[in-house]
C-alpha cells in the first residue's frame, strides 16, 4: 500500500490501506472526512470519464477533483442511487452522521469486492474476508458454501466461505441504519433495451469509438503501464490502440507472454511471432516471453481468499500471477487484460440460436443459421442436434441436482462421491442447498429465458475474480480490463445477436471495429495459440507437487474434518499409474479439484490474516 490512514468519528471508525491507480488518487487522502456534511468515505476506486461526472455535477473544471471527493459530491447530489451515475471500477462506504446511516456500494461488474457482517450493535464492512470475519472465528468454515462448491452448485452471489460474512452484489448498494440493513440492486442487464435497427458499419463504429474510450480512459493514469499480451484478438485490439497512444506521451506498453517448455510447445501453442509482429507495428510495444515455472500447477479458482493466502506448497502457481509478478518487476503498476472478450465480444456462439428459437423469430433464425454455415462450415440439421443436446444437458443436470437436494440422503452420497466425509456431511440441511441452488437470482445461471443477457456477463457477476488485486514482484498491480468498461458492455448486450457471427467470421463486433487498427494476421484468423497445455498435461504436471503438499499436512489438519484423504491421495496417486496417452478420468479431476481446498482449509495464515 502506498499509505496506511486510520479515522474515529462518532459511532464510526475507518481504517484504510491506499493504492493510488487513477489520476483521481493522486493526493487522495483516506479515509476523508468532510465536516461541512458529516459525512466519511473510504474508497477503493477507480472513476472513470471524470470529466462527464464533474459536468453532470456542475462543478468546478478546472479543479483536480479526487475519486473520493467526487463520490462525496454524488451521494449529495443522489443519495444512495448515486452509483448509478458513476462510471469505472469502486466500492466504497460512506457514514453520513447527520443522517446516522452507512451507505455503501460495488461497480456494475463487480471488479471491486466489498463484504459485511452485521453484529449486535453496528456493521463491519471490508474488501476481503480476513478483515471482516469475527474475531476468534477466522478458522471457520461456512460449510454450505463448501458443499456448494464441491457440488458444483451456484452460489447466491452473497455468500461467503466464512460464516456470517455476506458480500455485496456487483450493481448493488447497501444502506444500513438503525432500522436495519437494506441492500438494492441499480443495475442490471435484463433493463437494457435493445439497440435500434442499425448496418454491420455503424454497429461496428458503435464498438470501435466505445472500444477506444475505455482504453484511453485508462491510459489516463500516471503510473507505468503494462499488459498480458497474447496472440489472440482481446489483448491485440486492446495493444493496438493503447501503444500508440502511450507512444505519443513518450510512455512504454510493457507486455508479457507465456511460453512453455519444450515438450508443451507445438505450432498452435507459439505465439511468440504473433506478438513480434505486434511490437514491430506498434511503436513504444515493449514485449518479454517469459516461461511459468515448473511444474505447471492448478487451483481453484472460486475460493474468494485465494489471492490474499499463498499456498508455498505448491511451486509454479497460477500462471496468471506469474505473468503479473513479471509485469511488477518491470515497474508496471496498471496491467491491461483482455478478459471477458470470451464472454462480450463472442457470446456462446450456438445461445444467439436459441433465444430467437424461444422467441418464435424464424426469419431472423434462418439467416442465423446461415451464416453459420458459411462461417463454421456446418450443416442446419447438425446445429439443430447440438441445440437439442445442450437443452437436454441441461435440463438433465438441472433435474438430477434437484432431485438430491430435496432428499438428504441422496445428497449426503453425492457429497461422499467428491471425497467428503460423514463428519460434516451429517450436518449439511437439504434444505439449505435447496435455497442455495434454486434461489431466484442462482436459479437464472440454469438457462432461463429472463436470464439471457444476464449470461453473457463475465465470470464475475457469478464468481468473485480474485486475481484483480494480485501483489507479486516490486509492487502490487492493479489490472485493468477496458472490455468490462460498462459503456461498452451496454453496448454490446444491447446489440442484436447475430451481428456476432456476420460477415462470415465469429465475434464480428470486435473484428470489424479494429479494421484498419489491428493487423489482419490477428484480426481475421479463426484459431489463436493455446496459451495452456491441455487439461490432461496440467495433471499430470500439477499431481506430484499437490501429492506433496498434501502428505506433509499432519492428520489433525482441518482439512481432514471436511475431506477424506485416504480416498483423495488415491485417486491422484491412480495418476500416476495410467499411460500418459490415456485421458485422465473425471474422478482424478475431482480429486484434484478438492486437493486446493484441503490446501486452503489448513494453511495457517488463514488463521493469522
Partial sequence: ADEARSLVRS??????????????SVGDTLPRHDDAHGLTIAADAWLLYRDDLV?????????????????????????????????????????????????????????????YRPTADGLVLGSTVPAVVEPGREHEVNERYL????????????????????????????????????????????ALSPLAPAGDEAYAEGVRDRLRDAVQQRCLTPYGVGATLSGGIDSGAIAAIAAPHLHEQGRPYKTVTSLFSADYDGPSRDERAVVESLGARFPGLDPEFVRPGEPFQYVPDQIDELALVPIPQIPGGRLHQRLLGSLGRRDVRVAFSGWSG??????????????????????????????????????????????????????????????SITSRRALREQLRTTFGTSSWIDRIRAEDLWGVAFREDAAARFGSVGAQAASQLPASMAYPRPDAFIGLGRQPLQEALPLCDLRLVEYLLRMPADQFIAGGHLRSP???????????????????????PDRDQVLRRAVPGVLSALDALPASAPAWDYLDRAQLLDALRAVGTQEAASSIPLRSWQALHCSGFALWLSHPDRRAL
Wanted: glycine share 6%.
Fill in 147 to 190: 458443499a456448494s462448491q464441491l457440488l458444483r452448485v451456484p452460489l447466491p452471489m452473497d455468500e461467503t466461505s466464512s460464516p456470517g460474512v455476506r458480500r455485496l452484489p456487483p450493481g448493488h448498494w447497501l444502506s444500513a441504519s438503525a432500522d436495519g440493513v437494506v441492500v438494492e440492486r441499480y443495475w442490471s442487464p435484463e
Fill in 342 to 403: 470470451d464472454y462480450l465480444a463472442s457470446r456462446n456462439t450456438l445461445q444467439p440460436l436459441f433465444d430467437l428459437a424461444r422467441h418464435g423469430r424464424v426469419i431472423r433464425l434462418a439467416q442465423t443459421v446461415r451464416a453459420h454455415q458459411r462461417t463454421r462450415g456446418v450443416t442446419a440439421r447438425s446445429l439443430v442436434r447440438r441445440w437439442m443436446a445442450w437443452e437436454t444437458a441441461r435440463l438433465a443436470h438441472t433435474a438430477p441436482l434437484a432431485r
Fill in 510 to 532: 470486435l473484428r470489424r471495429a479494429v479494421a484498419g487498427i489491428l493487423p489482419d494476421r490477428v484480426r481475421l484468423q479463426q484459431r489463436k495459440g493455446r496459451v495452456i
Fill in 11 to 24: 459511532h464510526a471508525a475507518f481504517h484504510q490501506r491506499t493504492f493510488r491507480v487513477g489520476p483521481g
Fill in 55 to 115: 459536468r453532470r455535477l456542475a462543478l468546478d473544471r478546472a479543479r483536480a477533483w479526487t475519486d473520493s471527493e467526487l463520490i462525496l459530491q454524488a451521494y449529495r447530489r443522489w443519495g444512495t442511487d448515486c452509483p448509478r451515475h458513476l462510471e469505472g471500477t469502486f466500492a466504497f462506504v460512506i457514514w453520513d452522521e447527520r443522517a446516522r446511516r452507512v451507505v455503501a456500494a460495488r461497480d456494475a461488474m463487480g471488479l471491486r469486492p466489498l463484504l
